[in-house]
């Protein structure tokens, strides 16, 4: 009886308790012996090669043991709505810090740093973008997505550590709005990017937007070609829910003005 | 029993009388209850959920009264092919000015207008360009078209009617010369074309380029990417009749030269 | 005695009896042997060495024999600020055709078309901008310049006649507001300008922005460096005449937000 | 007798203890009618038109009252060397957050960031970049830096708060290695660079870097050339302390290798 | 019984003998009545529709004799390895000069040039390039084959001799290692990019890039699109002999940071 | 008594006695204690502080002496007008060749490398390029300059050694035709570009255009700013023997057509 030799001996996948993260946790586990579990919340009982680490990110210390032993991570920790600044200057911020830091710290050679399409979502969605167009965060929590991106590119650059940035787009089930049929990543989709970005040989510092192979496109990933994500699903599955109609949106309507919908409108900005 | 909700109301072709608006006529009925259908020639008897509305684009009074109780307007009328500059001048240039100013008047907010290659048909076919590429026309017509894209680059800055400029290749049955094998647009491709045009919840102000999925491209349509048009015919169905030879075209036939191929010598530049 | 040679030996100035046409009436006297004078308004005495030709831009006969004789056009005539389209369309569509059609009849190889900043205007004033920028017309009067921008465009690939295209800041003898402390064009500056249009042995289609050596800039000369237009005077001379101060303007006062300024409003479009 | 109207009536300047604040202290007095002095440390008494608000930028009920009834900020204040992540965190990235967010609050209209050469510190100085490379930060003082520049962006596009981010170079009374050479800023050109950041009537968010006229030049300001703003001195006056010679510096001298010259090594990455 | 016409007569196919020169030997005969093969090396015996011309491209005599009559040129002689400077100039520099000089004196219109990704091959990994990036050669070889494409663009622009550069990838029957996953080029479609090239009514001088359609892409073949290459298979066929690891190359390993793959150290630079 | 230090020990200049080579021989005395002259052709006698080196550029061994012990090298060496391919070849690619490859044998990190505008000539006179835009030589003499740009491209990425290629424009004392007006360059900025391209601690590989601060100029140097050249000189001195007319050159006078003037006709394409 033969076995095929699994890519990693030990991954670490950071907000496994998060939606995604709970996506993630069965399905990544062909690509390593042991993928450790990291969350602030409760993750329930380890599996079947499984570790459960539960730590706040915001604990240097934490993390610096989280980090021990492992060959990468996928960084997909923290805060992950629109939230008041300082609770995401402590999930996001210095959570990401704490992560770069400790991975440098042992010598952890690949990230996949699950950014946003909030990192970008002050576009309009006539504007089709690629990865070189400046940042236009919508949001505290897209403002951090940014800072993670910027805190890569540097470890990088300083250090060698090499992380593809995920700017992941709308990962659920289905689609129900307009904005979804442009923005939805499917999960075997996100699962993909995963992958190419955790097995491409070199990534150096990669920033990929995450949408499935839906008809319209809002993100050009032609920066990114070398990593060959050829995403196979489209959200013309979805298009019963979501019919076309002659209704022109509002002008005043978020939802159908900005690639990030109507996160602009959620932040905390005028409530505390 | 259960109907489907049309998408509108109330659609405008203008130009139905022409080459493609007899095209378009039976085949956009899906899309609204009531086609108005407008041209300066007869158009026969109005069928089932048709209007008939007889009248020249330069005239603004009847231009106005055309216009009124639309939702949307595929502006297709004026003259489609080369012409005296005076000729054009009030079929294309004043008539797409009525057109607009009605629509400003009676707060219409989406236009299709029929743009054309020949707007940009003095690029050479060695050049590959997409809608920044500045405006090349080749033709008193050409420059008709380039006014109507800046008229309503004008008309959507200043009151947010939404224009897409479709930059129509060679729309026709059939594939007879070899420049066509590069700008051939088929029936249902148009119709795509116009479909995501009309019903894409915003579309701003955008230059797209309708040809079919042929193999050789001169036009790129990724800043249109957030329309989604996605043509399905080919010109390959052509190529045995129009078979390829190593006999290379002279330097000086236009038709292998220009983007906008003989055009250019159509011109009654030097006739009058 | 020794005369020099005056580089041309008639030179054609349009719109001679406007604002611009008065202030070059005398000042290009020195590079033809004879200056003919154009205008559909009164034009006075034909000084020496100058002809006189009244007539409207219009009327494409009266414009061939405006036409002929002459080595290069200063084409400044047509209506100059907004007004109803139709007045516009006759004055600045049909006559800036009928100054190219005569000009290719007649072989004449270069004109300087006074095109204007309101080709542009709709930019804002935060967004520098160079010749390759897509045009961005802010009233009826710049679509008619980004008209006659396309049609010389078309006559130079067509025919060979070579176009400065000058895109005229605001020419007057002083600066009384915030705007034109960007957009102001000395008289001396805009000779310099047209001399180099008229004196650079090869010019091709050129646009140049034409604004004086102010300290602010919109407007980027760089695709024209082959011209050398290098104005010498500044709007720095007028700072007293309009103070800075830290009071912001109104975020939809038009003056302080597009290049055009507050010609946006001067439209016709809700008045006939 | 007659007074000049001062432009503001209040201006605040944080980090007024600090290297650059004690040279504007004095120097921008004549722009306000009151200058409200803010620091973390000792500023000394309120002299004649000053204001003194000790604070930690990091509190931010502190700098609530901090920006009550200022017309406009220049924001110096924070952490300007490299040091612990922490440190930078709270008084750089929580500090700058509570100053818009203050602003917006009380509806300051305009900002002038004390942004960094390090928040492009990483590119190679034989790359002369502008204002749309994207950020290459050298340490973690400059990724302090591109969050505000990022939070700026973000509150310009929710709320309209106007940000000029300028990129200082090196503002220092003299010059004293090669790569000042490049980077100096004088006294009066930084003075200038504020002052046009503060006076343009728009400015929306710009990026201005900040280096006086010398001769070597890595930064191309054309993107903001709307601001006008005109360095005067240059390095040159210090060309005998830095005399040039033929003796190259060795491969891995990070001085003479990146923008931001050896601070990529002040990091406290290996230290603590 | 009808034959269809060959669309050459006569094509003349250089380094016959060679690696690719075999594969090709037999597939273009459809293209031409007589192929005429060359090469400095033994090509055994001329089969049917075959000339063997025996020659050194070095020799401007020989090749004179070699061009003349024939309609178009595939020209893939010369040292397709690294070598030492001086083979390489005279086989592949001035080789490639006298086909050009003999094309141009016999009046062919029309060559395909083997370059080869070695004319960009130290562009790391991480970086996708499109036709329009700066050659970045990786060895004498290389060099050689920018200087072809140099050599080649001046013919067109002189004499109008069209070229197609096409950019080798990869040519082999299979894929034994990573890289050669992103620059696998199948023999197939190096039949459909030489057709394509040859067939084109209009070439002027276009640079293509020749890898398959493989999932990682590390060329952008958008600026060559009126070529109408498409290319149909796929390295995925090779993936099981080349697993994806999780274990990542070591930073100094050519085979993973450049285009070129170990070619650089290949070169004599070191060894006479 | 003081002396003050020279940059370096010994400087190389090869082309000594060519045209710029005299030029250039007293006056960069000031850069080194010892420069080193070489040229094929008689250099008359050593002066004080000259070492004189008689040797072909092809002869490699003696390339290989005359590169010993030097700091840096000026390549002026080789052909400097039109000639038939093989003595170019032999002069200036094997001759160049010889040069870089002594230069890494012995360890030199600098040369300036005497290009030319040729390697860009057929540029239209009407097109502003920066060193960004693809080489069009207009000649074999232009190739070879193409040809040296890329090899040293080649050994800066390969082996470290720096290189300032400058495309010389016309570097006489004084101008005598109109488009020397754009492309003359000052004996002193000339020496002023080779002092930067000296001096400057760092260079990489970077293209710097030749022309003095000429008013009309068809080179843009901002990528090659921070090597801080400022011309000082002006072509307007000499406006008075090349007048101004308004006598349009003809279209198919090619020294006013492209770049390179008329070499693109002094070919030996149509002699031997």
Request: net charge negative; aromatic share 12%.
């Amino acid at each position: 009886m033969t076995t095929t030799k699994k890519p990693f001996k030990r991954l670490l996948l950071t907000g496994a308790a998060g939606g995604l993260g709970k996506v993630l946790r069965e399905r990544i586990k062909p690509w390593a012996d042991v993928v450790r579990l990291s969350d602030i919340g409760d993750m329930g009982e380890a599996g079947e090669g499984e570790e459960i680490f539960q730590a706040d990110l915001a604990d240097k210390q934490a993390v610096l043991k989280m980090v021990e032993g492992v060959d990468a991570i996928l960084h997909f920790g923290g805060i992950s709505t629109e939230n008041t600044f300082e609770n995401i200057m402590f999930a996001n911020i210095q959570g990401t810090y704490n992560i770069y830091e400790a991975a440098h710290r042992h010598g952890v050679k690949r990230i996949v740093f699950a950014s946003s399409n909030h990192a970008i979502g002050f576009y309009p969605q006539t504007q089709v973008i690629d990865a070189d167009d400046p940042p236009r965060p919508d949001s505290m929590y897209g403002i951090s997505k940014v800072f993670g991106e910027q805190l890569s590119r540097y470890y990088f650059d300083r250090t060698g550590i090499e992380t593809v940035c995920l700017r992941i787009g709308s990962s659920f089930p289905s689609v129900n709005n307009p904005r979804m049929m442009c923005t939805w990543l499917s999960y075997d989709d996100l699962l993909e990017a995963l992958r190419v970005s955790l097995l491409t040989p070199r990534v150096g510092h990669t920033i990929l937007f995450g949408a499935s192979n839906n008809k319209r496109q809002w993100w050009d990933n032609r920066k990114a070609a070398h990593l060959g994500f050829q995403p196979k699903d489209s959200s013309e599955q979805f298009r019963a829910d979501v019919p076309e109609t002659g209704e022109y949106p509002p002008e005043d309507d978020a939802t159908f003005n900005y690639h990030g919908g109507k996160f602009i409108f959620d932040g905390p900005m005028y409530k505390d």
